[in-house]
């Protein structure tokens, strides 16, 4: 129950929460932020790293527009770092919790599986399944255990600009909200929610691959969303749509979660007005931090 936990991205959104979460059930933890001094690109450096059980790879460039502006910049730091990432584990004998993302494109079948056609419409989410097949390579000749999780779109306290949440929240006390396409629905999930599935995938420590859809199995449209955090704020602004499409857009989307329910035991607990009740909270709180 004490294992040594290296935590890459350890100062973004997930990596955050999830380090207080794991130091607050006592786990030894030893992270690395995104930003630090370490470059995980760079092999000499990665191999120097504390020796741990379980390595969290969250680590990497995540921002969809970004990557069609610096494609890449997102190939070289996403892949070269996952690489890296697994030669440590496979050196260590660790296993490898590798956060990847929604790959599924626009869905054949709803909800979707986790054996649903993979459908990379940006350069960011090739880059996370390049990662993928990477896990899986090293799971195939080395041994390496792996859980891959493919979290739809995670939301909550901590979360920041660009992002859409974070974004209608910080233009709540304007007079207008001005959003680009109100049709897409996402399944959105609670971040609390995601860190406990990497909790739980910590103490099963099995020595397989597997792969974990993450979401709430519930589709929420952009508008919806808007009205709610509208709602909740008992905010007077109204809402202006430019209907721009953006590049690759997927309008519809939810998470079948029913292999991690199974597997795990897993099950998202915080639903979407709670969640969002939380976030705004949470801004309210640090507006000027």
Request: charge should be positive; proline fraction near 4%.
């Amino acid at each position: 129950m004490n294992e040594r936990i290296l935590i890459t991205g350890s100062k973004g959104f997930v990596g955050n929460s999830l380090t207080s979460l794991l130091k607050s059930k006592s786990f030894e933890v030893f992270d690395v932020g995104s930003s630090n001094t370490l470059n995980l690109c760079d092999w000499e450096a990665v191999k120097n790293i504390p020796k741990s059980e379980i390595i969290v790879h969250l680590a990497s460039k995540s921002f969809v527009p970004d990557s069609f502006k610096t494609p890449l910049s997102f190939y070289n730091n996403n892949i070269l770092s996952t690489l890296n990432i697994l030669e440590k584990a496979k050196i260590d004998g660790a296993k490898v919790i590798f956060f990847s993302t929604y790959v599924y494109g626009t869905p054949i079948y709803l909800p979707i599986d986790e054996n649903h056609h993979k459908s990379p419409k940006n350069p960011y989410t090739q880059s996370k399944l390049i990662g993928e097949e990477l896990c899986e390579a090293y799971f195939r000749d080395f041994g390496v255990p792996v859980t891959i999780f493919r979290p739809f779109n995670i939301y909550g306290a901590g979360q920041k600009f660009p992002f859409f949440i974070p974004t209608v929240i910080s233009q709540i006390n304007n007079k207008a909200i001005q959003l680009n396409d109100s049709r897409p629905k996402r399944d959105f999930i609670y971040i609390d929610d995601v860190v406990e599935a990497v909790h739980l995938s910590i103490i099963d420590n099995d020595k397989f691959f597997r792969i974990y859809n993450l979401g709430s199995g519930v589709s929420t449209s952009i508008k919806d969303i808007v009205d709610a955090i509208i709602n909740l704020s008992q905010s007077k602004a109204r809402v202006h749509f430019t209907n721009e499409i953006r590049q690759g857009e997927i309008l519809d989307t939810i998470a079948d979660i029913s292999k991690i329910q199974n597997e795990l035991n897993w099950k998202p607990k915080i639903s979407i007005t709670r969640g969002l009740r939380l976030t705004i909270e949470y801004f309210k709180k640090n507006r000027d931090t």
